[in-house]
């Protein structure tokens, strides 16, 4: 688990839209896993099926704030880079994080699993719970909206 931990972690933060809040999703995903580590079938994939755990308690965190009406993401958020050229990369990740947190859930999570975690389709639709066909499409709107929308910003 603790190999895993730093993808959780990335893909926790993208679809969190916040450091601060994908560490708490990432934390909520470890306690959850853990509380069910007997559900987890010996053979199968763990970061798989940590990946559903993680997704599932977004959808449920997500939906309870809408009820309350909060914001569960920052649109303005965007991870900080440092070092050489940092400025500017700053601004490039500041960018791409405001078009990802555009994209509709379902076309951010397909992006996120393929292009920034590089899952297989396959991998990806069985995390998603969808067909493979579905995740497909769902990731070249993705794509074609994030190019559009950075396009855009430039």
Same mark, same amino acid.
């Given at each position: 688990?603790?190999?895993?931990?730093p993808?959780?972690?990335?893909?926790?933060?993208?679809?969190?839209?916040?450091?601060?809040?994908?560490?708490?999703?990432?934390?909520?995903?470890?306690?959850?896993?853990?509380?069910?580590?007997?559900?987890?079938?010996?053979?199968?994939?763990l970061?798989?099926?940590?990946?559903?755990?993680?997704?599932?308690?977004?959808?449920?965190?997500?939906?309870?704030?809408?009820?309350?009406?909060?914001t569960?993401?920052?649109?303005? &958020?965007?991870?900080?880079?440092?070092?050489?050229g940092?400025?500017?990369?700053?601004?490039?990740?500041?960018?791409?994080?405001?078009?990802?947190?555009?994209?509709?859930?379902?076309?951010?999570? &397909?992006?996120?699993?393929?292009?920034?975690?590089?899952?297989?389709y396959?991998?990806?639709?069985?995390?998603?719970?969808?067909?493979?066909?579905?995740?497909?499409?769902?990731?070249?709107?993705?794509?074609?909206?994030?190019?559009?929308?950075?396009?855009?910003? &430039?």
């Amino acid at each position: 688990m603790l190999e895993i931990l730093p993808r959780l972690r990335r893909f926790a933060t993208g679809l969190a839209g916040h450091p601060s809040d994908g560490d708490d999703l990432c934390q909520m995903t470890v306690e959850r896993a853990l509380a069910n580590r007997a559900k987890w079938q010996e053979g199968t994939r763990l970061d798989s099926w940590m990946y559903r755990i993680m997704r599932n308690i977004w959808i449920d965190e997500t939906r309870s704030r809408a009820r309350r009406g909060q914001t569960f993401v920052d649109p303005d &958020a965007g991870e900080r880079v440092g070092g050489e050229g940092g400025q500017e990369a700053r601004v490039e990740l500041n960018n791409i994080d405001r078009a990802m947190q555009k994209l509709p859930d379902d076309q951010r999570e &397909a992006v996120l699993l393929v292009m920034v975690e590089g899952y297989a389709y396959k991998e990806a639709a069985e995390i998603v719970g969808c067909p493979v066909g579905t995740l497909n499409s769902r990731l070249v709107r993705g794509r074609d909206a994030l190019m559009q929308m950075i396009g855009d910003a &430039a």
